[in-house]
């Protein structure tokens, strides 16, 4: 707006206003001859009289009308343009707000809101163990922490078929697998004792619950280290943990398992059995699910 209008005053009556000036002060520096009748003696002229002084001329108008003449002698240097009315907006959508410094310029950006604080850091549950020792303590802490478990699996056999079926566990004692047609077995463990029952052929084999590789996950305390010999305690950067033990009381001699366990989402992932007459079967938890104590 401050633009446009100072503009609109130059291409206009300013330009005009000079020139009417010029003439005025050109006219004014020669004096009027007056020739007398030719009848008549010459006369002297009489001594020029200094103009009588004029009042200062008004300012100018915002906007005079084009053909207006001045009524007053205007003093030689250029017009300043007008003073800004106080009720002109300030500002306004052509002008950039940061470079006028009118009090009507747009306010600076607002700062960025601070960053946010660093995440916390990860409970201790989904830490990965740096050393031997602690992967074998959040392991047995893992197992005694459990009240009732239940998963679905998949079972590897050595001679490779496969199974699936659905796993309850509740500790201490009780253990229930229910495999999945065409497999007709069923594995229950009521604290004591564990069947091995066969549906199809109405059979059932009991042993108890010391003899077999699975006590681990009925047991009411559970210490590796001291139930069971530790072979090897391995652990990846991903956060996965093998434990590798031995079990000499199992039925038939000495069976090898390995135990596979999630640290980071804390989780029991797998096991492996390999039986005395070295009959390997692997079980692979899914959807595992857990009320702890």
């Given amino acids: 707006m401050k633009t446009l209008r100072f503009a609109s ?21 020669q004096p009027l001859q007056i020739h007398p ?30 053909n207006a003449a001045p009524q007053a002698s205007l003093p030689a240097s250029h017009p300043l343009p007008p003073r800004r009315p106080a009720d002109l907006p300030t500002g306004g959508a052509s002008a950039p707000a940061a470079s006028t410094g009118e009090t009507g310029a747009r306010p600076a950006p607002a700062a960025p809101a601070p960053a946010a604080p660093p995440p916390a850091a990860p409970p201790p549950a989904a830490a990965v163990p740096t050393n031997p020792q602690a992967a074998l303590a959040r392991v047995n802490a893992y197992l005694n922490g459990i ?30 697998f229910q495999y999945n047609p065409p497999s007709t077995l069923e594995i229950v463990a009521d604290g004591r004792s564990v069947a091995i029952r066969d549906k199809k052929l109405r059979t059932q084999d009991v042993y108890s619950i010391g003899q077999t590789p699975l006590k681990f996950l009925v047991q009411d305390r559970v210490d590796l280290a001291r139930d069971v010999k530790v072979l090897d305690v391995r652990t990846a950067p991903s956060g996965v943990v093998e434990v590798i033990f031995e079990d000499s009381s199992t039925l038939g001699g ?8 999630d640290a980071k989402a804390n989780v029991l992932r797998q096991w492996i059995v390999v039986d005395p007459q070295g009959y390997e079967t692997s079980v692979a938890l899914q959807d595992v699910n857990i009320v702890p104590r």
């Avoid at 002229?45 to 103009?51: D, G, L, M, V």
């Avoid at 490779?160 to 079926?165: I, L, P, S």
């Fill in 37 to 66: 009748p030719a009848a008549q003696p010459a006369r002297p002229a009489p001594p020029a009289q200094p103009a009588a002084p004029r009042a200062p001329a008004p300012a100018p108008t915002p906007a005079p009308p084009p």
């Fill in 147 to 176: 009240d009732t478990l239940t998963a679905n699996f998949l079972q590897y056999s050595g001679d490779g078929r496969q199974a699936t079926g659905s796993l309850y566990v509740k500790r201490p004692g009780q253990l229930r």
């Fill in 254 to 261: 000495t069976s090898k398992v390995t135990l596979v366990y």
């Fill in 9 to 29: 005053l130059v291409s206009g009556p300013v330009l005009a206003l000079p020139v009417a000036v010029l003439a005025a002060t050109l006219a004014a520096a």
